[in-house]
Structures are given as C-alpha cells and as structure tokens.
C-alpha cells in the first residue's frame, strides 16, 4: 500500500507542475475573408492579421486598414469546444472631413465603429482554421448603421 500511495503522490505532483498548453488558437495568423453580405461583399482580396493572446485578448488589422484610414481592432476571444473559439473585437470607422477643411489640417473624422463576431475552428495541426464572421455597424451613437454582413474566412498560422 505504501508504494502505490507514494507512486500516486509523485504522478499527481508531477502533473501539476507542467505547465498547460495554450489553446490552439494562440499565435499569429493570416486569415482570406469573402464576405457575402454587406458594405464588404465586393472586396475580393479581404485579408485580416490576427494576434490571439494566451490572456484571451486579441488584436487584428485588415489590408484594407488605409480605405479609409481606421485603427486595428481590439477585442476578446474564449474556447467554446475542443478547436472551436469565439471572438468578439471592435474598430473605429472613419468619414472625410469636407473637402475645405482638409486646407486646414483636418483630414478623417470619428464616423461609428465594426464590431465582429468570429466562429472558429481551428484544424487538427493547429497550423489552418476556418471561421465565420459576423460584421456589424454602429454609427457615432451606437445606433446599428447600414453595412453590416457575413462572411467566411480561411486562415494559416504565421511561422517561421
């Protein structure tokens, strides 16, 4: 009896100090989107740069960031499944000034803000996933705005 106890004790110490591993979505990826819905549904090379953090805050920034020019988004995610997350992040959108006032250094102005809701399931080798998005579109004073869509992406893992 005392062997096997001491043999239990030394496993369950042992597995508690590894460290667990971070959920597969943790990293850098490269993700293709066509929307099909939406102010975004004739971009046909859509592409967004995510960073998911282990805290589970996440940053993302399109090749479109510039027409017209916005901040990334900023947001959260969470697991809800084995390889299958949640998330949930947020950009400012922004109007020309009118055209007399770029003259005085005004240029793009405060218009509303995105807000996307991503289904993700990340494949097998953690290296591909597919999502699905949901876009929505706030103006200035977080009244729902025209624009919103849906779409379907497709991203791989930033490596070496």
């Given at each position: 009896?005392?062997?096997a106890f001491a043999t239990?004790?030394?496993a369950a110490c042992c597995?508690?100090?590894?460290?667990a591993l971070p959920p597969a979505l943790v990293g850098?990826?490269?993700s293709s989107l066509q929307f099909t819905?939406?102010?975004f549904a004739s971009i046909k090379d859509h592409e967004f740069m995510y960073v998911f953090n282990a805290g589970g805050t996440l940053t993302e920034s399109s090749n479109y960031d510039g027409a017209p020019p916005v901040p990334p988004a900023y947001g959260v995610?969470?697991?809800?499944?084995?390889?299958?997350?949640e998330a949930k992040y947020e950009f400012y959108v922004t109007a020309p000034s009118p055209p007399e006032a770029f003259k005085t250094g005004a240029g793009w102005l405060p218009s509303g803000?995105?807000?996307f809701?991503?289904?993700i399931t990340v494949a097998a080798d953690g290296q591909s996933f597919t999502s699905i998005i949901r876009y929505e579109a706030f103006d200035t004073k977080g009244q729902p705005a025209p624009g919103g869509g849906e779409a379907t992406g497709r991203a791989t893992r930033i490596r070496f």
């Open positions: 009896m005392g062997k239990l004790l030394l597995a508690a100090e590894r460290p850098a990826w490269r819905t939406g102010a995610w969470r697991a809800i499944g084995t390889n299958e997350f803000r995105g807000v809701t991503e289904r």
